[in-house]
């Protein structure tokens, strides 16, 4: 069973907070998203291995920490999960970013796989998987299905915010991934919202309905 991390820290969750706020506009929402999702960048990162290098300074030779290991790739879920990127790569500069798109089939209500494309080496790379709002669970799953399918095989899974629900079914589908976030919910309501949440994610970001 995979683990579930919820981001405690003052900073995310006074954020957080103005996030969820229904009178926070457009411009102030996206700037607000994109500083959590730096502070996060900072916490799913904590179990990075290190090695010691040697390096000259000014004054002296002296052994130092770099990161080790594998490689960091940003996998949005399209498209809310583009709000979330840019605050991750000031932290991880030198991460490649792939892309994941899906739509919800009207009849069936699945995710439908639209539009995939991801760095060559993705097999090599620890991969975070970006989506504000994990809700019903159907998209980060069928997202993680899709990135395993094309041979991923280290992954995490970033979000803002997620429901109960949600979070069940990531772990019964894919007991391997762990799951990050800043908060979890009380529970969906019966159109498959988050409650309290902060609405559509979407819409709210990039000023649409």
Known sequence: MSSVYVFDHPLIQHKLTFIRDKNTGTKEFRELVDEVATLMAYEITRDMPLEEIEINTPVATCKSNVIAGKKVGLVPILRAG??????????????????VGLYRDPETLQPVEYYVKLP??????????????????GSAVAAIEALKKRGAKHMKLMCLIAAPEGVKVVQDEHPDVDIFVAKVDEYLNDHGYIIP????????LYGTK
């Open 82 to 99: 583009l709000g979330m990127v840019d605050g991750v790569l000031k932290v991880i500069p030198t991460a490649k970013v792939g892309h």
């Open 120 to 137: 060559t080496d993705i097999a090599d790379r620890e991969l975070i998987v970006i989506d504000p709002m994990l809700a019903t669970g």
């Open 197 to 204: 949440g902060l609405g559509d994610a979407g819409d709210r």
